[in-house]
């Protein structure tokens, strides 16, 4: 017998980690070694090509590979870009890629080795932080379409590179560099006088100049960073974070100018100045990093029109973008790809996938005639001849990728808070001023109003807040889920429901067979026969059979195979004397049957396949887990009803709030119906980008799928929903820091302010205490969220 061959490796059945990505999941036997069926392919090719250094450079831990890398895709693209990049009058050429998929150092020294074993090739240089990769090679003799293929079946992914959008990066790095040079030299000018420098010093005079000069030069490269950024808030009726940072700033070096001309040493915070505008921008720079780690782990592409091709009045066809297409219109798509606007059918028959549209898992047949909806799937083998019915711009599909944009205001409870804060200051610095003025000493209510400002400005805030973010996104990078939106933890500090798509979501994406030893069964002819008859199907059944195949290690189509396949129905497949039919057991046998894939030989069935619609890793689990936290949940999907109610009974789910038969504008409604600032929306398909719309929060498997995890406000990896759940832990571990955070600001700020009305503090005191309270919140954000245990303890527990 040809057994599909199983690993020995005891684990113990529970929680257990992936061999391949270190993914932890939970196994059901000894045998579960993979999270899933593309990490048991990729470990697979990975020995059988001698590549075993990746797992030493990976460090146990990587990303998942998911079912991408059993997929069929067409890189004409690439072809048209290698042609573009070789010119004549050079022996070499180069061309810059977007990479998405790379998770360590392991991966790069993966896809340069493989690139130095394509023919042709000269050097490969990868951008981790940015994703992007830069090739070059020898003209005329470099295959990119196979080197992409290659990749795609390791994990990789390549595409075209999307315009860039200027995230500010760059600026606040230079900005940032000059500063920090600044600061050191204003310090080291201003140190001598805290040593007791007399005012009668040779070079006090021009250490004070250079000392000014620095400051104004801080104020100017800067300072006005977070000065700009405040009054165009203001201007839009907006408190930001930067302005108390501005106020703090202006005031410092307006009180400095003013102490300088008048003499008054003692109100001298040049070094200050310069000081504070350096931490101020390392502290953005470090919150700028985060969400632009987060942005680049994934390919994102802007989603446009896809080509098609439609026919010319000289009646040949020829390929455009779908914008193009007007009502009338006739145009083809080939298999796999998608209908992008309502169409009518001129084929005689059309087998489409509706999953990615309103998650039904069953393909529909469609005769010719009938109306084809906007997104749905050709499944089919050849082309399909439509006519459109509608524009683009009109479409399903085009609103259905529409990329919501996302409200760039920072965290409206801190908006609040240095609302007040700010009131409170400013108020108790002038009543300061005013008061040692009527008692007849202005120098010294000045001193007192500047202190005031300086040392009670919420400036650690600056620095601790985004720090307390990057922790609590880094240790949730740490149970891979990604956290892309910068308003993310506001809008996530109210949800306490959470929506679920099925298809793809709670369910896998593709059928899961439900008796896999029937296929372990089969003799080496007939794994070869299987094999040809579904390599080039794009049936679910066929894909999930694809799947197995491949990653078992038997994939091996049998050659000279003639396949024909029969819509709604199966596929043939003849060799010599020898027919081979693999489809709906009435159709193969010619016979009433059960609702079973059939497999046979010559009219002889072989083995009978049983599919189901399965959860993903650790669902019923985690669904227990988050119904524990007394969290509300729902089930929205597309799919057929009866299926819905049976994947909600396996763990007892209320079926009052399960819904089935959905389409993507229900699915919208009936969140807008509540109130969708409580509720999480987590989906996979473009079927639920418009309830993405209206929900507070949305999430997205970011395996099989890319559209949804580049629009959704997080994203995670794995087999399963373990992020959400990772989520509501590190929004408990957050909120708990910021409440220490605020309570240490408010203590610090009454004892200083008052020591600061009273007028003892000096410049050196008011220098040292401003760094000082930033590094007691610092410290305080990395007690409560630097350690590896803070998140994820209970996730890992299981």
């Known amino acids: 017998m040809y057994r599909l061959e199983s690993s020995t490796e005891h684990v113990h059945r529970g929680v257990t980690h992936c061999r391949h990505c270190g993914l932890s999941f939970r196994a059901h036997s000894e045998e579960d070694v ?114 992409a293929r290659k990749l795609q079946s390791y994990g990789y992914e390549l595409a075209p590179v999307g315009r860039k959008k200027d995230r500010g990066l760059g600026s606040i790095v230079w900005r940032m560099g000059v500063c920090g040079a600044f600061a050191l030299n204003s310090m080291l000018y201003t140190l001598p006088g805290y040593l007791g420098m007399n005012e009668t010093f040779a070079f006090s005079v021009h250490f004070e100049w250079l000392s000014f000069l620095f400051a104004t030069l801080s104020m100017a490269f800067g300072g006005s960073y977070f000065i700009g950024r405040a009054f165009q808030a203001a201007r839009n009726g907006v408190v930001h974070l930067d302005l108390p940072i501005a106020i703090g700033l202006l005031s410092a070096y307006g009180i400095s100018l ?39 782990r994934l390919s994102r592409l802007e989603v446009s029109a896809p080509e098609v091709e439609i026919l010319g009045a000289d009646g040949s066809f020829v390929l455009k973008e779908a914008d193009a297409l007007r009502p009338g219109d006739e145009y083809r798509i080939c298999a796999g790809d998608w209908a992008p606007v309502e169409s009518t059918l001129q084929s005689e028959k059309a087998q489409m996938g509706m999953e990615w549209i309103n998650g039904e898992s069953e393909p529909r047949v ?32 085009k609103r259905l990728t529409d990329r919501k944009e996302e409200n760039q205001d920072a965290d409206k409870v801190v908006h609040v808070w240095i609302s007040r804060y700010l009131i409170t200051v400013v108020l108790l610095s002038v009543i300061g001023f005013l008061g040692w003025s009527f008692a007849g000493d202005v120098q010294t209510g000045i001193r007192a109003f500047v202190a005031t400002l300086v040392i009670s400005c919420p400036c650690a805030l600056g620095i601790a807040l985004p720090l307390a973010d990057e922790l609590v996104v880094a240790a949730l990078r740490r149970n891979s889920v990604f ?11 109210k949800v306490d429901s959470i929506a679920f798509d099925k298809t793809g979501t709670l369910t896998r994406l593709n059928l899961t067979l439900a008796n896999p030893e029937e296929l372990s069964s089969l003799d080496p002819e007939s794994i070869h026969a299987l094999s040809g008859l579904v390599a080039d199907s794009r049936h679910p059944v066929s894909a999930t059979l694809r799947e197995l195949l491949m990653a078992s290690g038997n994939w091996k189509p049998m050659e000279n195979l003639e396949i024909r396949e029969e819509i709604g129905k199966g596929v043939d497949g003849f060799r010599e004397d020898d027919a081979w039919r693999l489809g709906k057991e009435d159709w193969v046998l010619g016979v009433s049957g059960e609702s079973r894939t059939c497999f046979a030989k010559n009219g002889r069935p072989i083995a009978y396949f049983v599919f189901e619609d399965a959860p993903r890793n650790g669902v019923l689990e985690e669904v227990e887990a988050l119904r524990s936290r007394g969290l509300n949940l729902n089930m929205l999907s597309g799919d057929a009803r009866p299926r819905v109610e049976r994947l909600a009974r396996w763990r007892d789910w209320d079926l009052k709030s399960v819904f089935g038969e959905m389409s993507p504008e229900m699915k919208s409604d009936w969140l807008e119906r509540r109130d969708p600032s409580r509720f999480l929306m987590i989906g996979d398909g ?108 209970e996730s890992r527990a299981g």
């Open 483 to 493: 956290v892309r939106s910068r308003t993310f933890w506001n809008r996530f500090s």
């Open 686 to 793: 473009a079927n639920d980008s418009l309830a993405f719309a209206s929900a507070a929060c949305s999430g997205a498997p970011a395996i099989d799928q890319s559209l949804l995890s580049s629009q959704a406000d997080f994203y995670y990896l794995g087999d399963g929903i373990q992020g959400a759940r990772a989520l509501f832990e590190a929004r408990d571990a957050r909120k708990k820091a910021l409440r220490w955070l605020l309570s240490f600001a408010i203590g610090y700020n009454v004892i200083a302010g008052a020591f600061a009305l009273s007028g003892w503090v000096t410049p050196l005191i008011a220098a040292v205490m401003m760094p000082a309270s930033s590094i007691v919140s610092l410290a305080i954000v990395w007690l409560l969220l630097g350690r590896d245990d803070v998140h994820g303890r």
């Open 34 to 147: 993979f999270c899933c069926s593309g990490c048991e392919y990729v470990y697979r090719l990975i020995k059988d090509e001698g590549l075993d250094r990746f797992y030493k450079l990976q460090g146990g831990k990587g990303q998942p590979v998911g079912s991408g890398v059993f997929s069929k895709r067409s890189y004409e693209w690439l072809k048209d870009l290698i042609r573009l990049s070789e010119t004549e009058d050079s022996r070499s050429s180069e061309l810059e890629l977007s990479l998405s998929g790379l998770s360590c150092v392991g991966c790069v020294w993966l896809i340069e080795t493989l690139f130095k074993k394509s023919p042709g090739t000269i050097s490969c240089r990868i951008d981790v932080q940015r994703g992007l990769m830069r090739l070059s090679w020898q003209r005329g003799s470099f295959d990119g379409a196979e080197f």
């Open 258 to 296: 003013y102490g300088w001309a008048v003499g008054d040493g003692r109100l001298l915070y040049f070094d200050f100045v310069s000081t504070f505008v350096f931490l101020m921008l390392a502290g953005r720079w470090a919150q700028v990093v985060a969400v632009e780690k987060n942005r680049n």
């Open 366 to 397: 469609f005769m010719k005639g009938a109306e084809i909806p906007s997104g749905a799937r050709q499944l089919g083998s050849g082309l399909i001849d439509l006519t459109a019915r509608e524009m683009w711009s009109e479409s399903l599909l």
